[in-house]
Nanobody, 119 residues
């Protein structure tokens, strides 16, 4: 079973919105925090936002005020993390990856979802 499954990427015009989802098959009790990273062509992967299982959030300066990370704790101890992206800019174009950092120090990556913002 794939630990993290992302969805919601696509093509949008500048100023538009997208919402990314990351469904984790991992138990919420094994997770320390989850987050979203992105990697643009020719650039290093960078942090976008993270959220702890208690709901504390951190954002990159470049997305503050435009992106919102949230999580939904399902009754079966699974978790889905969302990234609501508003006021998108062409420089937000990248492959977005979901990441989970486990309490035992391990971590998982999703397969990535492409976000393209046209000017």
């Amino acid at each position: 079973q794939v630990p993290l499954v992302e969805s919601g990427g696509g093509l949008v015009q500048a100023g538009g919105s997208l919402r990314l989802s990351c469904a984790a098959s991992l138990s919420i009790f094994s997770i320390n925090f989850m987050g979203w990273y992105r990697q643009a062509p020719g650039k290093q992967r960078e942090l976008v936002a993270i959220i702890t299982t208690s709901g504390v959030t951190t954002y990159a300066d470049s997305v503050k005020g435009r992106f919102t990370i949230s999580r939904d704790n399902a009754k079966n101890a699974k978790i889905t993390v969302y990234l609501q992206m508003n006021s998108l800019k062409p420089e937000d174009t990248a492959v977005y990856y979901c990441n989970s950092v486990q309490r035992n120090g391990g971590h998982y990556w999703g397969q990535g979802t492409q976000v393209t913002v046209s000017s």
